[in-house]
């Protein structure tokens, strides 16, 4: 069993719909991060958290340590928002990564 | 800044060839990493370093090595490529792993190998 899942693996939704990404974890961890794979490949940093609730933008990120969850929404989705998102935790030096929610908004 | 430069960005080598993937970064970043990215896995780690001429084994280091001679490069190579390496190869940099220092990774923009 992975130590990191996410769901659901697919999505697919209407432009201005609320969405949630849902990462679940089985170990202890020191943080836990959000990340965006654009459809050319690239990867970047949404957020990293070790508790509470963090924003930017659209983006909401949340963080239950003793539940091991994570959740990640997008209010008001747009079309440019369709990529992969993946949440990675991190273990001592170690990073684990889920296999990523593929997010598809259409106009 | 250039950020995180991997190169080359596109390789394909025969079984049993060698290669070194590049990974340079001008963010003056201590930690640095190489993952593999495979359909319907996640990244995993192959190997990482905490510093200049320090490194350690990840998830899946079998069949590649390593070396960060100087702080801004970290090297991947493939001694005798196989099938099972063809691959995405992520390198990714940070600052120190301090639980209250905000870290983020930064990562480049992939080398996409194929091994036939």
């Known amino acids: 069993k992975n130590e990191v899942e996410q769901s659901p693996q697919n999505l697919t939704a209407q432009e201005g719909e609320f969405i949630t990404i849902n990462c679940s974890y089985s170990?202890?961890?020191?943080?836990l991060h959000w990340l965006q794979q654009h459809p050319g490949g690239g990867i970047v940093s949404l957020f990293m958290l070790s508790s509470g609730k963090k924003k930017h933008g659209r983006l909401i990120a949340t963080i239950n340590i003793q539940e091991k969850h994570s959740s990640l929404h997008i209010t008001a989705s747009h079309p440019r928002d369709s990529a992969v998102y993946i949440c990675a935790v991190e273990i001592n030096n170690d990073m684990r990564f889920g296999a990523g929610t593929r997010l598809t908004v259409k106009p | 800044n250039a950020g995180v430069t991997q190169t080359p960005k596109f390789r394909v080598l025969k079984t049993g060839q060698s290669m070194t993937l590049l990974c340079a970064q001008d963010m003056n970043h201590e930690y640095m990493y190489w993952y593999r990215q495979d359909p319907g896995m996640g990244l995993r780690l192959i190997h990482y370093?905490?510093?200049?001429?320090?490194?350690a084994k990840g998830e899946v280091p079998d069949g590649y090595n390593v070396s960060r001679l100087k702080k801004q490069n970290f090297l991947l190579g493939l001694e005798s490529a196989a099938p099972s390496q063809t691959s995405v190869y992520f390198c990714a940099s940070r600052y120190g792993v301090l639980w209250t220092h905000n870290s983020p990774l930064h990562f480049g923009n992939g080398t996409r190998l194929t091994v036939t």
């Open positions: 370093s905490v510093g200049e001429g320090t490194t």
């Open positions: 170990v202890g961890i020191s943080a």
